[in-house]
């Protein structure tokens, strides 16, 4: 069974939970789930029991793992749940506040060191 993974991430000035986990060799899947304040927003499971007799499993089940972990921090920061998130429909939703820009040290541009830390957190680079 491998360890998971939690990340606190800071999306449009509130604070969201990721966390994956291994159900292990007896129930071969990973879950992840998204939470806002100890409330479920979403969850992804995915059954690896057509793979469990692959030699190095182990990493193979920590590879997934980290994919799909990755996979729902992208979908938060692609607002895919700023509708259930936020209880607005699009016709009248309000802007949902912003944190407040740092210039970037490049000058390419602001971004808040919440938007940086999500944008590494995300990528596909190990």
């Known amino acids: 069974m491998v360890g998971g993974f939690n990340h606190n ?34 969850s992804i499971k995915t059954s690896y029991a057509d793979i469990i007799k692959v030699d190095n499993l182990e990493q193979v089940v920590e590879d997934l793992m980290k994919e799909q972990h990755k996979d729902m ?18 016709d009248n939703a309000a802007p949902a506040p912003v944190p407040e820009k740092k210039p970037a040290a490049n000058g390419a541009g602001t971004q808040s060191l919440d938007e940086i830390i999500l944008d590494y957190l995300i990528t596909d680079d190990d």
Do not use: C, W
């Open 9 to 42: 991430i800071k999306y449009k000035g509130e604070i969201f939970h990721v966390q994956t986990e291994d159900s292990g060799i007896a129930n071969p899947h990973i879950i992840t789930l998204l939470y806002r304040g100890g409330t479920i927003l979403a």
């Open 73 to 90: 921090m992208r979908r938060l920061k692609s607002a895919e749940f700023d509708q259930r998130i936020f209880n607005k429909s699009p």
